[in-house]
C-alpha cells in the first residue's frame, strides 16, 4: 500500500489505471460514465481519506450501481485507498477487486453492490443513523444510475428521504439515457416532487459538476444529475 | 393474558434508553405503541411508512452508521417482501441487526393468507449466521428480545405470536429445556405449541424438550436427550412450515441411526378464514391430532440401540 499513498496521482493517470484491469487505455463511454463525476467527488468534495476510513465523522460515499465498476477502482488507487498493483487482477479468483465491489474486500468501499437499488436505502439508513449519533457534519453521498432508478426500492428512498429532511444526503444520479422507459427530465422531476433540491449538469464537466456538489440545500436532501453520452 | 407484541414497546424503550446504540425501524405497522418512546428517542425510532424495502435498507443503513438496529413489522412484510434486503444489506455487507416479526403462521386468520408467514424460519434457514428466537410467552418474548438486542453485532431474528403457552419457562436465550423425560422417543416442541404437546404426550414414554432458541439448534442438548431413550426417535413440533428443522436434527443425529418426523403448519393454502384454533386444528397440531401422529409414529416400533 506505501507504494499508492507515497504517489500523487492526477485525473490524467486515470486512464492507465482503468487500463491494468481492462487491458487497454482507451475505454468507451459506458466505462467511463461514472469517471468524471467520481474523480470530482473524490477530489474536491469527499472529506475522507485512507487515513480517516474508519473515523465516524468522515464523508461516506457508497457506491449503488456496483457495474462496471473499473472507474471506482481507479480512483480509490489513485486516492491511496487501494495498492495500484491490486489493478491487474480484476476479477480473477485472487483479488478482491470484482466485477462487482464487496465491502469486506476493498479498502474505502462503503458498502457491496451489484444488485440495483440497494444504495440508496442504505444511504437513508447512514443519514439517519449519523444523525442519531450526533454526527452532524459528515455528509453521505450515493452513486445510482439511470436505469437503475427503474427500482422500486429507490422510489421508496426518494420519497421518504424528501419529506424526513435528511439534508446530509446527496444523490449522484449518472444518467446515460440507459432507462428503456423514461421522460426527458422525468428523474429531477421525481426527486423534486419528493422535496428534493435537484440539480442537473453536464456528467464531463468537472467545475459544473463541483458546483452543482457544493450548492447548499438547507433543510432538503440533493441531487445532482450528471448528464453523460447515451450508452 | 397480554401478548408477546404488547411486551415489544415497552421492552424497546427500556432498551432505547440505557444503550444509545440501540434504534427501533417501523413501516406504520406496530407505531402507535411507540408513540411516547417517538417524543423520548426522536432519532432513534423511525417510522418510514409503508416501505417494506426501505425498512430493512435502512435499518442496515443504521447499523453501517454503527447502531444496532432492530426492524419491526409481519412477518410476511418483514421477511419474505424484502428477502433479498435481508440477505444483501445485512448479510453480504456483513452488518448486524435484530428483526422482530409479528403476525407469525396465523395469527389473524380473519385476514387471510397475505397475513400469514409460515415459511419465514425456514426462508432464513437460506442464508448463514442469523439466530432464531421463537418465544413462547410474553415474558419469554421479553428475555429473549433483550438477548437478540445484547447480542453484539449478531443477526437475530425474534418471532412474535399472538399464541402462547399459560406459563412461561426459564429460556436462555440458547439451550432446549427438558419439560419431561421418557425413553420412547424425544419430542421437541418449538415456541406457542408447547401446551398442546404436553397435553397429547400425557402418559407417553417420552422426553419432551422445550426450544425457544431454534438456530443455531442445540444439536448437543438433542443428543444428550436422545442418549437416554432405547430409540433415537425424534418428533419436532414447530409453529411454522413442517419440517423447517428436520435437518437440523438429522444433522444432530448423524452418527447415530434414528427417525426423525416434521410436524408444522402445512404448505398448502387453506384458504380458510376464521379462528386461530380452527387453523391449529386445521394444520393437525391440537392436542388430539398430536397425540394420534406423535404416538402412529412412536409407539408401535420401540427398537434398541444397535
Given at each position: 500500500m506505501t507504494t499508492t499513498t507515497e504517489q500523487t496521482f492526477t485525473y490524467a493517470d486515470l486512464p492507465r489505471l482503468m487500463g491494468l484491469m481492462t487491458g487497454d487505455e482507451k475505454h468507451g463511454p459506458a466505462a467511463t460514465s461514472t469517471l468524471d463525476a467520481l474523480w470530482v467527488l473524490y477530489d474536491r468534495v469527499l472529506r475522507v481519506t485512507p487515513?480517516?476510513?474508519?473515523?465516524?465523522?468522515?464523508?461516506?460515499?457508497?457506491?449503488?450501481k456496483g457495474h462496471g465498476p473499473m472507474a471506482y477502482y481507479a480512483v480509490l488507487a489513485a486516492k491511496g485507498f487501494l495498492p495500484v498493483d491490486w489493478l491487474e487482477g480484476f476479477g480473477s479468483y485472487a483479488s478482491p477487486l470484482g466485477h462487482h465491489p464487496d465491502r469486506v474486500l476493498v479498502p474505502g468501499a462503503e458498502i457491496g453492490?451489484?444488485?440495483l437499488g440497494h444504495g440508496l436505502p442504505l444511504a437513508v439508513g447512514t443519514a439517519l443513523g449519523l444523525r442519531a449519533r450526533g454526527l452532524t457534519d459528515p455528509r453521505v453521498w450515493v452513486l445510482v444510475g439511470d436505469a437503475e432508478?427503474?427500482?422500486g426500492s429507490n422510489h421508496e428512498a426518494i420519497a421518504y428521504a424528501g419529506p424526513a429532511g435528511l439534508e446530509r444526503l446527496h444523490t449522484l444520479v449518472i444518467d446515460n439515457a440507459s432507462a428503456s422507459f423514461a421522460r426527458p427530465g422525468g428523474i429531477a422531476a421525481r426527486f423534486e416532487a419528493a422535496g428534493w433540491s435537484a440539480i442537473t449538469v453536464d456528467g464531463r464537466d468537472h467545475e459544473a459538476l463541483y458546483a452543482a456538489y457544493t450548492a447548499p440545500h438547507p433543510g432538503r436532501p440533493h441531487v445532482v444529475v450528471a448528464r453523460v453520452e447515451p450508452k | 393474558m397480554d401478548t408477546m407484541r404488547d411486551r415489544f414497546a415497552p421492552v424497546m424503550a427500556r432498551l432505547l434508553d440505557e444503550d444509545p446504540r440501540v434504534a427501533v425501524v417501523l413501516a406504520e405497522i406496530g407505531k402507535d405503541a411507540f408513540k411516547e418512546v417517538m417524543r423520548t428517542h426522536p432519532d432513534r425510532v423511525i417510522n418510514v411508512g409503508i416501505r417494506e424495502q426501505l425498512l430493512v435498507g435502512a435499518g442496515a443503513g443504521l447499523a453501517l452508521a454503527g447502531l444496532r438496529p432492530v426492524v419491526h413489522t409481519f412477518a410476511s412484510f418483514l421477511v419474505e417482501r424484502p428477502f433479498e434486503q435481508i440477505k444483501l444489506d445485512f448479510g453480504h455487507q456483513g452488518m448486524g441487526g435484530v428483526l422482530?416479526?409479528?403476525?407469525?403462521?396465523?395469527?389473524?386468520p380473519e385476514g387471510g393468507f397475505t397475513h400469514m408467514a409460515p415459511g419465514d424460519v425456514a426462508l432464513l434457514d437460506t442464508l448463514d449466521g442469523w439466530t432464531v428466537h421463537v418465544p413462547g410467552h410474553p415474558d419469554e418474548a421479553e428475555t429473549l428480545?433483550?438477548?437478540?438486542?445484547?447480542?453484539g453485532d449478531d443477526t437475530v431474528y425474534v418471532r412474535l405470536s399472538t399464541q402462547a403457552n399459560a406459563a412461561p419457562m426459564p429460556v436462555d436465550g440458547a439451550r432446549f429445556l427438558t419439560v419431561r423425560e421418557g425413553r420412547g422417543g424425544v419430542v421437541v416442541a418449538v415456541g406457542p405449541v408447547l401446551d398442546q404437546v404436553l397435553a397429547a404426550t400425557e402418559g407417553m414414554d417420552v422426553t419432551v424438550l422445550y426450544a425457544t432458541t431454534v438456530r443455531p439448534f442445540d444439536a448437543e442438548g438433542l443428543r444428550r436427550a436422545v442418549g437416554g431413550g432405547v430409540a433415537a426417535d425424534v418428533v419436532l413440533v414447530?409453529?411454522?412450515?413442517?419440517?423447517t428443522s428436520t435437518a437440523a436434527a438429522n444433522d444432530a443425529l448423524v452418527d447415530v441411526p434414528h427417525r426423525v418426523l416434521g410436524l408444522g403448519v402445512g404448505r398448502a393454502e387453506l384458504r380458510r378464514y376464521g379462528r386461530v384454533d380452527e387453523h391449529v386444528r386445521a394444520h393437525g397440531l391440537d392436542a388430539g391430532s398430536l397425540r394420534g401422529r406423535i404416538g402412529g409414529f412412536l409407539l408401535p416400533q420401540p427398537r434398541p440401540l444397535p
Open positions: 487515513a480517516r476510513a474508519d473515523d465516524p465523522g468522515r464523508d461516506r460515499f457508497l457506491l449503488s453492490s451489484g444488485s432508478l427503474d427500482e | 422482530v416479526s409479528a403476525g407469525a403462521s396465523f395469527d389473524w428480545l433483550r438477548h437478540a438486542v445484547a447480542a414447530e409453529p411454522y412450515l413442517a419440517g
